[in-house]
């Protein structure tokens, strides 16, 4: 299994297709027209896609198994981030250096939260590399939001918030400290010992 950055047209096709086939046909996101983040299906040769109005504004990953593309991911370079259409950002957070992560997706099956915890531990190498100051989440809260503070990130308190006021359960900002090293370390080889590397 191998995280590579996605570039070409067709590769982020591609991604937008499982972007859909995960969060609209598994998770059942109700998209409603008029949303802060202009998220909406569109027909392609892949398939349904899910696009949005940051898609060309994004950096994108996916992970592969034997060349099938397995889940993906963006991040989106500050000060145009998709997070600020739902709520603001501490005023920390907005005069680092930071990247938003989301649109995280896996295709569901055996190996799943494996591909995840490998994916996105190469994008948190990939962002400490690039020298990024925190990589900053609009996070679900308990679940899956309390399994990323295990692994670090940190919970913003004030400002929760809801992509949608169906939510049953609020979002909340959290941010990985990629200057914090005892943090940062700890979280490599956490995911190091589960992905045995």
Same mark, same amino acid.
């Given at each position: 299994?191998?995280?590579?950055?996605?570039?070409?047209?067709?590769?982020?096709?591609?991604?937008?297709?499982?972007?859909?086939?995960?969060?609209?046909?598994?998770?059942?996101?109700?998209?409603?027209?008029?949303?802060?983040?202009?998220?909406?299906?569109?027909? !392609?040769?892949?398939?349904?896609?899910?696009?949005? !109005?940051?898609?060309?504004?994004?950096?994108?990953?996916?992970?592969?198994?034997?060349?099938?593309?397995?889940?993906?991911?963006?991040?989106?370079?500050?000060?145009?981030?998709?997070?600020?259409?739902?709520?603001?950002?501490?005023?920390?957070?907005?005069? !680092?250096?930071?990247?938003?992560?989301?649109?995280?997706?896996?295709?569901?099956?055996?190996?799943?939260?494996?591909?995840?915890?490998?994916?996105?531990?190469?994008?948190?190498?990939?962002?400490?590399?690039?020298?990024?100051?925190?990589?900053?989440?609009?996070?679900?809260?308990?679940?899956?939001?309390?399994?990323?503070?295990?692994?670090?990130?940190?919970?913003?308190?004030?400002?929760?918030?809801?992509?949608?006021?169906?939510?049953?359960?609020?979002?909340?900002?959290?941010?990985?400290?990629?200057?914090?090293?005892?943090?940062?370390?700890?979280?490599?080889?956490?995911?190091?010992?589960?992905?045995?590397?």
């Amino acid at each position: 299994m191998i995280t590579r950055q996605l570039v070409t047209a067709k590769q982020i096709n591609l991604a937008k297709t499982l972007l859909y086939r995960v969060y609209v046909e598994k998770m059942r996101w109700n998209i409603k027209p008029g949303n802060p983040s202009n998220i909406r299906p569109v027909e !392609s040769e892949f398939g349904t896609m899910l696009e949005d !109005s940051f898609v060309d504004r994004s950096q994108w990953f996916g992970i592969e198994h034997d060349g099938i593309l397995m889940g993906v991911c963006r991040i989106m370079h500050s000060p145009n981030v998709e997070l600020e259409q739902f709520t603001s950002l501490p005023a920390g957070i907005k005069q !680092s250096n930071f990247v938003e992560l989301n649109r995280v997706a896996i295709e569901p099956g055996e190996g799943a939260e494996r591909y995840m915890l490998k994916m996105i531990y190469d994008v948190v190498r990939y962002c400490d590399d690039n020298n990024f100051d925190k990589i900053v989440m609009g996070v679900n809260f308990p679940n899956p939001g309390e399994n990323y503070v295990k692994l670090g990130l940190q919970k913003v308190e004030e400002g929760s918030f809801r992509y949608d006021e169906a939510e049953m359960n609020q979002s909340h900002v959290a941010f990985f400290d990629l200057k914090d090293n005892t943090t940062k370390q700890r979280f490599f080889s956490i995911c190091e010992q589960l992905l045995q590397l």
